[in-house]
């Protein structure tokens, strides 16, 4: 897909980010992550009107945040690919009192607008649920690698299915103050949804963010709502910073594939969660790297307990 991508645009932007508990010391619910992503150059429609961009830009024009002479639109791919597990993950047998063993493969192809203060994105998804995500493979692969415990409960995940849906995403800069010696203090907001098979959801929060020669892109949460919007202008300065940035938001969540499809599991999703995130980053012209935490209230009623993980985010300029 992404070789694919890059044949119909100059490629700007590649993005890994490594989502993972063990930044914890623990274990359970959502246990791994991967995503590898890609994001062509930003044009205008009426300095490119033949771009791929522009042409789905133009096609899309109704919707908000995409039309206006000096938006910049880009596209996007990305895959990523995540698994969740009970807490105790050394038992072999179904845990009906937790959570089940889940994976989950998912490939995205968005849509970015950006304006001064503001950015939006567009995305259709498409995947796996269950055995053909091949989660398991990976996080026994990875339970290897760091010397973590074996996961041993594996052949009781959930049945597969096909995965579709769509997104979007929005972040807007609120206030930018500027300090001494080219430091910055940043305030926005940001918001989203997704409607697919596993997950549907909208979810809203803030973010505060300080450093010294700030990036252009506008939402530094590359673990939260619509991470992938975190991407369209973060090198465009082409210059060395660093920062830190806090953030608060709530999910409200439709409907659940682990709800609706975990047969004999007491799982009952809570529909209303809170998380926090905090995380610092640094900056060259071409490479960016950023390390959040986050940690989530409780999403389930059954099972009281929050859900922590670390993300490692690395963008390369090309």
């Known amino acids: 897909m992404l070789l694919s991508a890059s044949s119909m645009a ?14 914890f010391g623990t274990d359970g619910s959502y246990t ?35 039309g206006g002479s000096t938006t910049m639109h ?40 950006r304006q001064a203060n503001s950015a939006t994105s567009y995305s259709l998804s498409f995947g796996a649920i269950g055995p053909n995500s091949g989660a398991e493979s990976t996080q026994k692969s990875v339970h290897k690698l760091t010397g ?26 609120i206030k930018l103050w500027a300090h001494n010696e080219g430091r910055q203090t940043e305030w926005g907001t940001a918001y989203g949804a997704q409607l697919n098979n596993f997950l549907s959801y909208a979810a809203a929060g803030t973010f505060v ?11 530094p949460d590359y673990a939260g709502i619509g991470s992938s919007v975190s991407l369209p202008g973060l090198l465009a300065n082409r210059n060395y910073g660093w920062s830190l940035f806090a953030g608060v938001a709530a999910e409200a969540v439709g409907y659940s594939y682990l709800e609706e499809e975990a047969e004999g599991y007491q799982y009952d999703k809570d529909p209303f ?19 959040s935490l986050r940690q989530t209230s409780s999403q389930t009623r059954n099972a009281r307990r929050t859900l922590q993980f670390g993300t490692l ?3 390369w300029a090309f």
């Open 148 to 173: 973590s415990t074996k996961p041993q409960g594996w052949d009781t995940q959930l049945d597969g299915e096909a995965l579709f849906g769509i997104g979007a995403a929005r972040a807007d800069r």
């Open 209 to 219: 963010r300080y450093g010294h020669n700030l990036p252009s892109n506008l939402l």
């Open 32 to 66: 791994n992550g991967v995503k590898l992503g890609w994001r062509g150059d930003e044009e205008r429609v009426n300095r490119c009107p033949q771009c791929w961009s522009s042409l789905l830009a133009n096609t899309l024009d109704g919707l908000p945040g995409i």
């Open 273 to 291: 969660v809170g998380y926090v995130t905090l995380g610092a980053s640094a900056h060259t012209p071409d490479f960016h790297i950023s390390l």
């Open 313 to 315: 985010a690395l963008i």
């Open 10 to 23: 100059s490629a700007q932007l590649l993005d890994f980010s490594w989502d993972n508990d063990i930044l």
């Open 74 to 113: 880009s596209l996007g791919a990305e895959v990523r690919q995540v698994m969740g597990t009970p807490q105790d993950i050394s038992i072999t047998t179904p845990q009906y009192d937790d959570t089940p063993y889940v994976g989950i493969l998912r490939g995205d192809i968005s849509l970015f607008s």
